[in-house]
């Protein structure tokens, strides 16, 4: 069942703006990004709680999906941390790990997806429980052609976690299982989000400067 509002942490920029001189800002970014909208330390507390959430949830083992390139280091974390814990009977969850690029498409007929994988190699998940890991649910299109296109090869299960949810009225209001933080509708970058592939190596997740936007 996706969760619940009560279930993420709800940020806004009216409590959660910190300012670029109370954390370590790389020299090169400075002057690209106005605040930090989520700490480091929140991120990787936040996903050691998701990690407790899907070994709890998961019965058997678990085909991990890294959706590139923005969902890599989410995916690299909540990996790590999913490997050190273990069920109430203490056993772990046997991974295996899979990466996808994903592009949308539309032509005159409908809209949809494809993905980098090839047949024989989506052929592969049926039968088998799946974790999709994103780092941002933007309007959630996107995701909605996935599911249906993987629920085609017949997996056991799918499931979807996404370390963002961004509050937007283009928002189709589709909700992953798991959600980390629900976020204001602004371009934010850091974590391995990017802009025109900068900011990926920011550890926060920050809110671009809009000066930077025209300019990189």
Request: hydrophobic share 40%.
């Amino acid at each position: 069942m996706p969760m619940e509002p009560k279930d993420w942490i709800d940020v806004t920029t009216e409590k959660n703006h910190y300012s670029l001189d109370h954390f370590v800002i790389p020299k090169h970014y400075e002057q690209d990004v106005s605040s930090i909208l989520i700490p480091h330390g929140v991120i990787m507390d936040r996903i050691q709680k998701l990690a407790r959430l899907i070994v709890d949830d998961t019965t058997g083992p678990l085909v991990v999906c890294c959706i590139l390139k923005g969902g890599h280091q989410y995916f690299a974390d909540l990996v790590n941390y999913i490997k050190a814990l273990t069920k109430s009977n203490g056993q772990s969850v046997p991974l295996s790990l899979e990466f996808i690029r994903v592009k949308s498409y539309k032509n005159d007929k409908s809209e949809g997806v494809t993905v980098s994988l090839s047949e024989e190699e989506c052929k592969d998940f049926a039968g088998k429980n799946l974790l999709i890991v994103e780092d941002i649910i933007d309007t959630g299109k996107t995701m909605v052609k996935l599911l249906q296109k993987l629920d085609t090869y017949k997996p056991k299960s799918v499931r979807v976690t996404s370390l963002l949810v961004k509050k937007t009225p283009r928002s189709n209001g589709y909700i992953p299982d798991y959600v980390g933080f629900a976020i204001p509708d602004a371009f934010v970058v850091g974590y391995a989000l990017d802009y025109n592939e900068y900011f990926r190596d920011l550890d926060h997740i920050c809110v671009i400067s809009v000066s930077s936007i025209s300019l990189l």
